[in-house]
């Protein structure tokens, strides 16, 4: 994600060797989550939000967290014999003693050879190390391995059982899903993340429908469609409006042409990707359904913001060119990155949305 990537990098560096101050965590917070929201109201919880992927978060990195598991990464060294870094000399005359109490590798610095300092009045960058390390709970022996991300992992929350939304999403459908699978499957594949974002929203239910809007403000406003006076929940406006449904008409028979037995375009595989036959042998098929839904998902609502907000819905067929010249920019982008094999495999999968032979790619939309 851009934040963790790109925000927070410089930080990082820092944050191994020196403690992070309040006032650097806050506003680095605070940076993190106004972008995330666009400075909006937040409508996902945070500890949701910094779950990875796979468990409906978006991997949002917790600064502090992050700082100490990349001090964390001191430690092995410090409790392993063999190594005669510079350094480590300082850390075992520090934390030698109190960390062979927490570690069983770490014993041989409690011999009387092994300099030590015995008070509690340490510099505060090392009682940051140990609170770390209390606090990942086991011997650093148990731990599958000593990197940043598994110490990280044990000092974040575990992703819960189960979301609401996942309970409010499975009595409104009067079925179950596989959760594991729907989170797996909202970023990557061959949509951008940010192609992705509605998909990811739509599944935790906090898309701004007006019924979402009253519900959650209490207000007197209105919680119906503006384009069909019924009430404009996630469902509706993305499925069930008689002004939308034309548009997946079209999409249906692009993503019929990629499978041999016919598929209807239910409201969960709209809305959650799911019901799409299963198997590896479907696997380029509903990367390309997938992609299309998202990229169909966010035309959708783009021009439902414009008829709601500026009267000026869109018709189903300028939405149909938009998300035809979407597609064609996506295929030439990705014939730009690459053009072997992988390219012709996804995106020219049986030649439903390009056709790619003796190194010619034609768009066939
Ligand atoms: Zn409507």
């Known amino acids: 994600m851009i934040i963790n990537t790109l925000g927070a990098s410089g930080l990082w560096y820092t944050a191994t060797v020196v403690n992070m101050p309040d006032w650097v965590h806050t506003r680095v917070s605070k940076a993190i989550w106004d972008f995330l929201w666009n400075g909006k109201t937040e409508l996902v919880k945070r500890d949701t939000c910094r779950l990875p992927w796979q468990h409906s ?5 917790h600064p502090l967290e992050k700082s100490r598991a990349l001090k964390l990464r001191w430690v092995p060294p410090v409790g392993d014999s063999t190594c005669e870094k510079k350094w480590v000399y300082f850390a075992r005359y520090w934390i030698g003693f109190s960390l062979s109490c927490r570690m069983k590798g770490c014993a041989f610095v409690r011999s009387n050879e092994v300099p030590k300092h015995l008070g509690d009045d340490k510099p505060p ?11 990942i709970g086991v011997d650093f022996d148990l731990l599958s391995d000593h990197s940043v ?3 990280y992992s044990r000092l974040t929350p575990p992703p819960p059982q189960r979301l609401p939304c996942a309970f409010r ?4 459908f009067d079925r179950s899903f596989n959760w594991d699978n729907i989170w797996g499957n909202i970023y990557g594949g061959l949509s951008t993340n940010w192609e992705s974002d509605i998909a990811w929203r739509i599944a935790h239910g906090v898309v701004k429908t007006r019924a979402y809007l009253k519900s959650w403000r209490r207000l007197a406003v209105s919680d119906l469609c503006a384009g069909c006076g019924e009430l404009e929940s996630i469902s509706h406006a ?3 409006c008689h002004l939308v449904s034309p548009v997946w008409s079209w999409v249906s028979t692009l993503i019929n042409k990629l499978y041999d037995n016919p598929i209807f375009l239910t ?4 809305l959650l990707q799911q019901g799409l036959p299963q198997g590896k042998n479907f696997h380029f098929s509903n990367e390309l359904s997938s992609f299309l839904i998202k990229l169909t998902l966010n035309e959708l609502w783009a021009a439902r ?10 018709s189903v067929q300028t939405i149909i060119s938009k998300i ?5 920019h996506r295929i030439l982008a990705a014939h730009h990155i690459s053009h072997g094999p992988d390219f012709s495999k996804s995106w020219a999968h049986r030649n439903v949305l390009c056709s790619y032979h003796n190194n010619t790619l034609t768009i066939n939309l």
């Open 57 to 61: 978060g978006l991997s949002v990195v």
């Open 149 to 151: 991300k598994t110490f």
């Open 305 to 314: 913001n414009l008829g709601t907000f500026e009267s000026k819905r869109p």
């Open 324 to 328: 035809k010249a979407r597609i064609r």
């Open 125 to 135: 960058i090392y009682q940051v190390v140990l609170t770390a390390v209390d606090r």
């Open 238 to 240: 993305f499925c069930a």
């Open 169 to 172: 999403w499975e009595r409104r």
């Open 267 to 270: 409201n969960p595989i709209i």
